[in-house]
């Protein structure tokens, strides 16, 4: 990643490109399943594992970010990025901890 942004950005573009397509077919399983098995608990678990996979995958692009900046040692955008990072891992902690 070090001094290549087009590296970077290759990287940034799979992660969120593979990311949402694994989502997209998680909740699709999800969906098929849930006519064929209305209410059951496997079908809602997919279906919580295809939008929590949608969730995460902006949340990595941040980390990965974050990494580079600390290959580049760009302190400022360290800073600012670890903030959003601890940001986002709050909003995941507040909103899976019932």
Do not use: C, K
């Not at 969120?16 to 849930?34: D, F, H, K, P, R």
């Not at 098995?37 to 969730?55: C, D, E, K, R």
Request: no cysteine; aromatic share 12%.
């Amino acid at each position: 990643m070090s001094g290549d942004l087009r590296t970077l950005e290759r990287l940034v573009g799979r992660v969120l490109a593979i990311g949402t397509m694994t989502s997209g077919a998680v909740l699709l399983v999800g969906l098929l399943l849930s006519f064929v098995w209305p209410g059951h608990a496997v079908t809602s678990q997919i279906l919580t594992a295809g939008i929590l996979i949608l969730f995460l995958t902006p949340a990595v692009r941040v980390l990965i970010s974050f990494g580079d900046y600390i290959i580049e040692r760009e302190w400022w955008f360290v800073l600012w990025t670890g903030i959003v990072l601890v940001l986002l891992a709050s909003g995941f902690i507040a909103a899976f901890a019932r």
